[in-house]
């Protein structure tokens, strides 16, 4: 069993930045993929970004791209992502999710577990 806490989400207003934070612990293993997906109201669980904890090789949703950066902290078991020049559309409940494999997955349902959310609100 592994758990996934997540943090860092809030409210900020378009332009600007927040970095979410997802802390990892019980059975963790260095071959697996880290992900972050997002949820606005309404609408279905989305991609965002990975990153393979071995390798550090990531990808992002076009979306995300460019204003995204996922890192990662080996030491510290943890997870990032650094959000800039945010926008309303990026307001949603933020998941980290773990998939034990060495696949960049983008979709939801090849991932094994998830944090319980951080809430972002980006306002116009």
């Known amino acids: 069993q592994v758990q996934l806490v997540e943090s860092g989400g809030g409210l900020v207003q378009a332009g600007g930045s927040l970095r979410l934070s997802c802390a990892a612990s019980g059975r963790t293993f260095s071959r697996r993929t880290m992900g972050w997906f997002r949820q606005a109201p309404g609408k279905e669980r989305e991609f965002v970004a990975a990153i393979w904890w071995s390798g550090g090789s990531t990808t992002y949703a076009d979306s995300v791209k460019g204003r995204f950066t996922i890192s990662k902290d080996n030491a510290k078991n943890t997870v990032y992502l650094q959000m800039n020049s945010l926008k309303p559309e990026d307001t949603a409940v933020y998941y980290c999710?773990?998939?034990?494999?060495?696949?960049?997955?983008?979709?939801?349902?090849?991932?094994?577990?998830w944090g319980q959310g951080t809430q972002v609100t980006v306002s116009s």
């Open positions: 999710a773990v998939d034990y494999t060495s696949v960049l997955h983008t979709t939801a349902r090849d991932y094994d577990y």
